[in-house]
């Protein structure tokens, strides 16, 4: 006799629980069936068969059983690619996002390098017109360094002119204003001449002359400036200072001038330098 609920154990590990039951009811009544009708050798055979049948079914149940684990080992497997494929998708997306604001910033920095470009370009002409007028700037500056060369020339030249014009006017007043003021006979004419003071060295002296004061020799040296000033009046003491071992005996210091302050004119005095004006001369 067979066992039903064995069996039944067995069909529900692989079939739905109401499958499971209703083929171990189908097989209960073929079993009864078949004890009524067949002989006993042929039931041993049926059962032996019946038995295989379930042996079977149990092997195929537990190979179910090992492949529904598999399904599940399979389905959890799934899961975990599932998520790190969402997981992907998601860096996908970000590393999308990140690719479309770095062609966005690779747009606007091309249109800055555009920009530089273009700014470059007017840069380098407004150089290149920079450099052109600075040329032009040299050019002219040169020929006003050449303008203002030969003005200076003229000038000086125009300051040499004055200068002579006033020592001529006080080669031929000073005689008459000396005697006047010093009892000053002169003994040889004023004259603008050079004290050699050593081997190619000379001192230019713009009035010398020799003159008698009370029976004595003395030698007349003065100085000629259309303004004066006081560095002049320096310039003037140092050069007796260089001549003065070169003019032995008394001398009188004497300047000249068109005009000079009232500063000067003190100056002047304390360093005992007679000083005469251009107007005082007679003509």
Known sequence: MIDTFEILDELKGAFEPSQAEALARLMGRLYKELANTVTKAE??????????LSNNIKT???R????AEF???AEERFTKVEERLTRLEGVVEELAEAQKRTEERLTRLEKVVEELAEAQKRTEERLNELAEAQKRTEEELRELIGEHRKTREQLGNLSHTVGY???DRAYRGLPELLKRDF???LIEPLRRDYIEIGRDQYEEVNIIGKARKD????WIIGGCKSQLKKVDVDEFLKSI???EDFLQGEKLLIAVTYQTSPKVRRYVEEKGIKLYFSYEMPL
């Open 64 to 67: 179910i059983d090992r492949l």
């Open 215 to 218: 029976g004595k020799e003395i």
């Open 60 to 62: 195929l149940s537990e």
């Open 165 to 167: 014009v006033l020592e």
């Open 71 to 73: 399904q599940v080992k």
């Open 241 to 243: 200072k260089r001549i």
């Open 183 to 185: 009892g000053i006979e």
């Open 43 to 52: 039931f041993v055979e049926l059962t032996r068969v019946v038995n295989e």
